[in-house]
């Protein structure tokens, strides 16, 4: 999350744009609620903690002078506010028996983004740390997936890089102890399981040294039968965790909390949001609250309040055209409205009509068909240049008029099974799929030495299972929006990810024309007709489902 995007949103907010107020909140709410939340494991005082780093950081947003460092700004706000509550625990012990009643932080990460394997493990060992570990933890993690730079870190927990390095390694030490006690105890030995008749179930520092003592001397805990992926690579593949249904953030109610919002925002008249991090349409308004479906969360707000811009890109100018040709739900050609007698009749609307079906791979040596010119004013994208999904819920948004690059990227390697497709849903105009490249196909052999290796995996590891009837993908799918779509990933069963780069028609065809005498398997395939018969995703919607995961194979937009 790159706080110079925001500059403009964080000046209106200190000059007294309630509406800007509200979306920098809103965009940054996750952030603090991940990074408290990893903190605390969950604790029932995390709602407590995650309100009060808000409320100060409302409070006190005038005297922020560099809107470029608002990041760092905030995020030591959050610490500062994490300390302050464990030393108010140290000097009055909390009832953990609230703590208890609410789940743990991993445990949400783990229901919430669907992990599954070493990236569970790794997020389950986080139990087994001390504070001040989990602490430092909740910054590096977000270090580690790009939203914290090292200085940040530094700067919230007051050392120097250098000292920040030291902690981080230690910490990593710790973590990877901590894997190895999560890894054994899900295939106890007998000595482990007597060992641990006596134990509550509640990790702790002292169990944590029993442990691994057990496991440093035991031939059965202490074989690792997998390779162990460093927490780096496994980190960065895992996504803020979404704010749990039912989360309320109130920054407005009460007279204390009304004076703090206002207290150096000019004329900021601020009334108490509940934002959330799960985009879910308002469907009610009143002078009391908004409701958003599913109870996601509850927004008080007077009738008056404008609504809010479009949450995750508020320095994005959107360049979508309404498409000249309207669309038909229908599922085959329709034609258009009878025209005046003045008129001349239009064109049978074939847009949507056409759906991407399985094919076969074309012959490795056969030149691409030509690419048509379809006009192009850029693509502007929510995840930035190039955008990384990797976990189901993961989703980029792309508004405009030109070519997008959809690369996959499967590892068989550590999750085999059924492919769950991404979606395209909330589709605003048109989206067509141009082109195929990237010079292979994913179920091309991959090794000269496997013959039974390709994209999808091979007959060691297993592999990666597309839907009946789902088209094969290439390394490089290649896209035209025009308009405004949201790309979300459904990963579930097997592993994969998906790198989104906004590109042009130029960079199309300089990949798909690369052919195999340059080292590649195949040429590219061309599947753009340049008229609305060419094929669009079989996975994409016009509505907004709640789980995208539910679209619909056979697509009609």
């Given at each position: 999350?790159?706080?110079?995007?925001?500059?403009?949103?964080?000046?209106?907010?200190?000059?007294?744009?309630?509406?800007a107020?509200?979306?920098l909140?809103?965009?940054?709410l996750?952030?603090?609620?991940?990074i408290?939340?990893?903190?605390?494991?969950?604790?029932?005082?995390?709602d407590?903690?995650?309100q009060?780093?808000?409320?100060?950081?409302?409070?006190?947003l005038?005297?922020?002078?560099?809107?470029?460092?608002?990041?760092?700004?905030?995020?030591?706000?959050?610490?500062?506010?994490?300390?302050?509550?464990a030393?108010?625990r140290?000097?009055?012990?909390?009832?953990?028996?609230?703590?208890?009643?609410?789940?743990?932080?991993?445990?949400?990460?783990?229901?919430?983004?669907?992990?599954?394997?070493q990236?569970?493990?790794?997020?389950?060992a986080?139990?087994?740390l001390?504070?001040?570990?989990?602490?430092?933890?909740?910054?590096?993690?977000?270090?580690v997936?790009?939203?914290l730079?090292?200085?940040?870190?530094?700067?919230?927990?007051?050392?120097?890089?250098?000292?920040?390095?030291?902690?981080?390694?230690?910490?990593?030490?710790r973590?990877?102890?901590?894997?190895?006690?999560?890894?054994?105890l899900?295939?106890?030995?007998?000595?482990?399981?007597?060992?641990?008749?006596?134990?509550?179930?509640?990790?702790?520092?002292?169990?944590?040294?029993?442990?691994?003592?057990?496991?440093?001397?035991?031939?059965?805990?202490?074989d690792?039968?997998?390779?162990?992926?460093?927490?780096?690579?496994?980190l960065?593949?895992?996504?803020?965790?979404p704010?749990?249904?039912g989360?309320?953030?109130?920054?407005?109610?009460?007279?204390?909390t009304?004076?703090?919002?206002?207290?150096?925002?000019?004329?900021?008249?601020?009334?108490?949001?509940?934002?959330?991090?799960?985009?879910?349409?308002?469907?009610?308004?009143?002078a009391g609250?908004t409701?958003?479906?599913?109870?996601?969360?509850?927004?008080?707000?007077?009738?008056?309040?404008?609504?809010p811009?479009?949450?995750?890109s508020?320095t994005?100018?959107?360049?979508?055209?309404?498409?000249?040709?309207?669309?038909?739900?229908?599922s085959s050609?329709?034609?258009?409205?009878s025209p005046?007698?003045?008129?001349?009749?239009?064109?049978t609307?074939?847009?949507?009509?056409?759906?991407d079906?399985?094919?076969?791979?074309?012959?490795?040596?056969?030149?691409?068909?030509?690419?048509?010119?379809?006009?192009?004013?850029?693509i502007?994208?929510?995840?930035?240049a190039?955008?990384?999904?990797?976990?189901?819920?993961?989703?980029?948004?792309?508004t405009g008029?030109?070519y997008v690059?959809?690369?996959?990227?499967i590892?068989?390697?550590?999750?085999?099974g059924?492919?769950?497709?991404?979606?395209?849903?909330?589709l605003?105009?048109?989206?067509?799929?141009?082109?195929?490249g990237g010079?292979?196909?994913?179920?091309?052999?991959?090794?000269?030495?496997?013959?039974?290796?390709?994209?999808?995996?091979?007959a060691?590891?297993?592999?990666?299972?597309l839907?009946?009837?789902?088209q094969?993908?290439?390394?490089?799918?290649?896209?035209?929006?025009?308009?405004?779509?949201?790309?979300?990933?459904?990963?579930?069963?097997?592993?994969?990810?998906?790198?989104?780069?906004?590109?042009?028609?130029?960079?199309?065809e300089k990949?798909?024309?690369?052919?195999?005498?340059?080292?590649?398997?195949?040429?590219?395939?061309?599947?753009?007709?340049?008229?609305d018969?060419?094929?669009?995703p079989?996975?994409?919607t016009?509505?907004?489902?709640?789980?995208?995961?539910?679209?619909?194979q056979?697509?009609?937009v």
């Amino acid at each position: 999350m790159d706080t110079r995007q925001w500059r403009d949103t964080i000046a209106a907010a200190q000059d007294g744009d309630r509406r800007a107020l509200d979306e920098l909140v809103e965009g940054w709410l996750p952030l603090v609620y991940n990074i408290v939340g990893r903190a605390l494991n969950g604790h029932a005082d995390v709602d407590d903690v995650v309100q009060e780093t808000m409320l100060r950081a409302v409070g006190n947003l005038g005297s922020l002078r560099d809107p470029d460092s608002f990041r760092s700004w905030l995020v030591a706000i959050a610490m500062r506010q994490i300390r302050d509550r464990a030393r108010r625990r140290t000097a009055a012990p909390l009832d953990e028996s609230a703590a208890r009643g609410a789940a743990d932080f991993a445990e949400l990460a783990v229901l919430r983004l669907q992990l599954e394997g070493q990236r569970r493990e790794v997020t389950e060992a986080v139990r087994w740390l001390d504070d001040e570990d989990r602490q430092l933890l909740s910054l590096w993690w977000l270090e580690v997936a790009g939203e914290l730079t090292r200085r940040e870190l530094a700067a919230a927990v007051g050392i120097s890089r250098q000292h920040a390095a030291v902690r981080v390694q230690r910490m990593k030490e710790r973590l990877d102890t901590s894997r190895g006690i999560v890894r054994a105890l899900d295939g106890a030995c007998p000595d482990l399981r007597e060992l641990t008749a006596r134990w509550n179930g509640r990790p702790d520092s002292v169990w944590r040294k029993r442990l691994a003592r057990h496991i440093r001397g035991c031939g059965y805990c202490g074989d690792t039968r997998e390779s162990v992926v460093p927490p780096e690579r496994l980190l960065v593949g895992i996504a803020l965790v979404p704010l749990p249904v039912g989360f309320t953030l109130s920054l407005a109610l009460g007279g204390k909390t009304a004076a703090a919002a206002t207290a150096t925002v000019a004329s900021v008249s601020w009334s108490a949001k509940v934002l959330s991090a799960l985009t879910q349409p308002v469907v009610a308004a009143t002078a009391g609250a908004t409701i958003v479906a599913g109870g996601a969360y509850v927004v008080t707000q007077t009738p008056q309040a404008p609504a809010p811009r479009v949450a995750g890109s508020p320095t994005a100018a959107s360049t979508y055209r309404p498409p000249s040709v309207p669309a038909t739900p229908s599922s085959s050609p329709s034609p258009s409205p009878s025209p005046s007698p003045s008129e001349t009749p239009t064109k049978t609307v074939l847009y949507g009509s056409v759906v991407d079906a399985a094919d076969r791979a074309p012959n490795p040596d056969t030149p691409p068909a030509a690419l048509p010119h379809r006009p192009e004013t850029g693509i502007t994208s929510t995840g930035g240049a190039h955008a990384v999904l990797n976990h189901r819920g993961d989703g980029v948004q792309l508004t405009g008029r030109g070519y997008v690059l959809v690369r996959w990227q499967i590892s068989p390697q550590y999750r085999a099974g059924g492919l769950v497709m991404p979606a395209w849903t909330g589709l605003k105009g048109e989206l067509f799929h141009v082109a195929s490249g990237g010079g292979r196909r994913m179920d091309d052999r991959v090794s000269a030495t496997d013959p039974t290796a390709t994209g999808m995996g091979n007959a060691t590891v297993g592999y990666a299972v597309l839907p009946a009837g789902t088209q094969q993908m290439w390394q490089n799918e290649y896209f035209y929006v025009d308009g405004s779509v949201n790309l979300t990933v459904n990963e579930r069963g097997a592993d994969y990810g998906l790198s989104v780069f906004p590109s042009s028609r130029d960079a199309v065809e300089k990949d798909i024309t690369t052919g195999p005498d340059q080292g590649v398997t195949r040429y590219g395939l061309v599947r753009d007709t340049g008229r609305d018969d060419a094929p669009v995703p079989q996975y994409v919607t016009r509505s907004t489902p709640v789980d995208a995961a539910t679209v619909v194979q056979r697509s009609r937009v």
